[in-house]
T-cell receptor
Framework: GENVEQHPSTLSVQEGDSAVIKCTYS??????FPWYKQELGKRPQLIID?????GEKKDQRIAVTLNKTAKHFSLHITETQPEDSAVYFC????????????FGTGTRLLVSP | NAGVTQTPKFRVLKTGQSMTLLCAQD?????MYWYRQDPGMGLRLIHY???????AKGEVPDGYNVSRLKKQNFLLGLESAAPSQTSVYFC?????????????FGQGTRLTVV
């Protein structure tokens, strides 16, 4: 089955810096890669996703890149703000007739003012 | 529009007791999932359902049972709770991958087994 590894487990940056979180996956059939943000005590919420026919996707200060050959994808946050502090989860899913998201173990991002 | 609603939000069980967690969604989603979240281990899939009347095992199904008698509801049961089942449980739902794949999560249930 699919296995998703996520690094780093914690990341501390200064406000205004960029943050990068990386994930690798094992199943070459995976073709959908979402990123979820979970604020303390809250539910995970989708912030951006990418499909395997696209190499990069941007939405304001966040972007995701995908390298299918190497089986890794990354989340990039520019001009970080304190409200970006949260746990971020990557996930992968293979379109094999049903969707089964496999999540990484999460990255705790702390943005200091 | 409530989205995905879980009940209860908190619960404390004694070892050996049973309970059922209820998940309800009002978005007409085909797929529903139960995850557990433990520190340092992310979200792990317990069971999932691709439609009314169907269920399937996920990554960590032992000790849990599920039922989906109605499309909008997905129940997670613990027949004999164990301390290892202390966790935060999240229900989620989504359309199928071909439509819109975003998974919407409930607010979570914090379960403590003593």
């Amino acid at each position: 089955g699919e296995n998703v590894e996520q690094h780093p487990s914690t990341l501390s940056v200064q406000e205004g810096d960029s943050a990068v979180i990386k994930c690798t996956y094992s199943d070459s059939a995976s073709n959908y890669f979402p990123w979820y943000k979970q604020e303390l005590g809250k539910r995970p919420q989708l912030i951006i996703d990418i499909r395997s026919n696209v190499g990069e996707k941007k939405d304001q200060r966040i972007a995701v890149t995908l390298n299918k050959t190497a089986k890794h994808f990354s989340l990039h946050i520019t001009e970080t703000q304190p409200e970006d502090s949260a746990v971020y989860f990557c996930a992968a899913s293979a379109n094999t007739g049903f969707q089964k998201l496999v999540f990484g173990t999460g990255t705790r991002l702390l943005v200091s003012p | 529009n409530a989205g995905v609603t879980q009940t209860p939000k908190f619960r404390v069980l004694k070892t050996g007791q049973s309970m059922t967690l209820l998940c309800a969604q009002d978005m007409n989603h085909e797929y529903m999932y139960w995850y557990r979240q433990d520190p340092g281990m992310g979200l792990r899939l317990i069971h999932y359902s691709v439609g009314e009347g169907t269920t399937a095992k996920g990554e960590v199904p032992d000790g849990y049972n599920v039922s989906r008698l109605k499309k909008q509801n997905f129940l997670l049961g613990l027949e004999s709770a164990a301390p290892s089942q202390t966790s935060v449980y999240f229900c989620a739902s989504s359309h199928n991958l071909q439509a819109s794949a975003e998974a919407f999560f409930g607010q979570g249930t914090r379960l403590t087994v003593v």
